[in-house]
């Protein structure tokens, strides 16, 4: 099995926020993607994520045991398992936690690429696990960032991770959900199941995104940010299936569903950022971005050394 370390060796968050775009350009819609399947199970749920593509299949299969982190292990598990499309040929098996770590914040920084600002002073980053890290490092990739809050609510774990990101050489603090009123780009990246912040907080020039809930009941970010952005989502036939914030939003007439607009139309150049509101990317994770990346991942293996 390809192993995390390896997955990060052969493909950086660049290299993967590019994968991302190329793909999106040359033609892949997620319209036609597989829909995910969600199996509850006794101590969490089994994620099934299969899609093809004209070169490669594949399948993640993924556990999520929100019990885990108490027992010393990960909250999320499993294994990608890619195929030659022609023969259904497996031809790699990959961690496919970490191919997850690496996808959702190449995905986020992709959109990131096309709607937050050209300087970004301040990031604000709600969580402290391995998302938020991710989607640093991927943002650092599209931006040059001049500094960065943290907020999280285990107030140990945000300082630890806070010198975790003064280390790697971008200044961080921890602070406050209020903080967002100075900041140019926004993270959500929790396990929230209610708002993190107040949506009329956040400045006009801001770009938010937001990949910690893919169930319909849980939302990171509300109504009133929603209904004053330009909203931006994978696919939406799945933002209204599975993104809550979205879900709710347009329940309470705050939204259309007129008002989502594709990550695709972006890649393509048939909209464009509107920078006198904020722009908001909401994110559920789709099977074809794991297909993405896997697929860099196993043609940089596959490439000669040197």
């Known amino acids: 099995?390809?192993?995390?370390?390896?997955?990060?060796?052969?493909?950086?968050?660049?290299?993967?926020?590019r994968a991302v775009q190329d793909a999106l350009a040359d033609g892949l819609d997620p319209a036609n993607d597989f829909a995910r399947q969600v199996l509850p199970v006794a101590n969490g749920q089994l994620l099934l994520m299969p899609t093809e593509a004209a070169h490669f299949v594949g399948i993640k299969v993924a556990s999520v045991a929100p019990g885990n982190p108490a027992l010393g292990r990960e909250r999320i598990q499993g294994v990608y398992l890619l195929l030659d499309a022609a023969t259904l040929t497996p031809l790699s098996l990959l961690d496919g936690a970490a191919i997850t770590t690496l996808r959702t914040p190449a995905v986020s920084a992709?959109?990131?690429?096309?709607?937050?600002?050209?300087?970004?002073?301040?990031?604000?980053?709600?969580?402290?696990?391995?998302?938020?890290?991710?989607?640093?490092?991927?943002?650092?990739?599209?931006?040059?960032?001049?500094?960065?809050?943290?907020?999280?609510?285990?107030?140990?774990?945000?300082?630890?991770?806070a010198a975790r990101v003064t280390a790697s050489g971008l200044p961080a603090r921890v602070g406050r959900a209020a903080d967002i009123s100075s900041a140019q780009l926004i993270v959500c990246a929790t396990t929230a199941r209610t708002p993190l912040f107040d949506?009329?907080?956040?400045?006009?020039?801001?770009?938010?995104?937001?990949?910690g809930s893919h169930e319909a009941d849980a939302r990171e970010l509300d109504s009133v940010l929603l209904a004053r952005s330009q909203l931006v989502v994978e696919d939406a036939a799945t933002a209204r299936r599975e993104a809550g914030d979205v879900i709710m939003a347009l329940a309470d007439g705050s939204i259309e569903p007129g008002d989502l607009v594709p990550l695709r139309d972006l890649a393509i150049g048939t909209v464009a950022a509107v920078e006198a509101r904020p722009r908001v990317f909401k994110s559920t994770g789709m099977?074809?971005?794991?297909?993405?990346?896997?697929?860099?991942?196993?043609?940089?293996?596959?490439?000669p050394a040197g």
């Open 110 to 161: 992709a959109a990131a690429d096309y709607l937050a600002p050209a300087a970004v002073d301040h990031l604000v980053v709600f969580g402290s696990g391995p998302q938020a890290w991710g989607h640093i490092e991927a943002m650092r990739a599209v931006r040059s960032i001049g500094r960065v809050t943290i907020v999280a609510r285990d107030q140990s774990r945000a300082e630890l991770f």
């Open 287 to 303: 099977s074809w971005e794991d297909l993405v990346i896997a697929t860099a991942v196993y043609r940089a293996g596959a490439r």
């Open 1 to 17: 099995m390809v192993t995390a370390t390896e997955i990060f060796t052969r493909v950086d968050y660049g290299t993967a926020v």
């Open 199 to 211: 949506g009329a907080l956040v400045p006009a020039e801001c770009c938010v995104i937001a990949v």
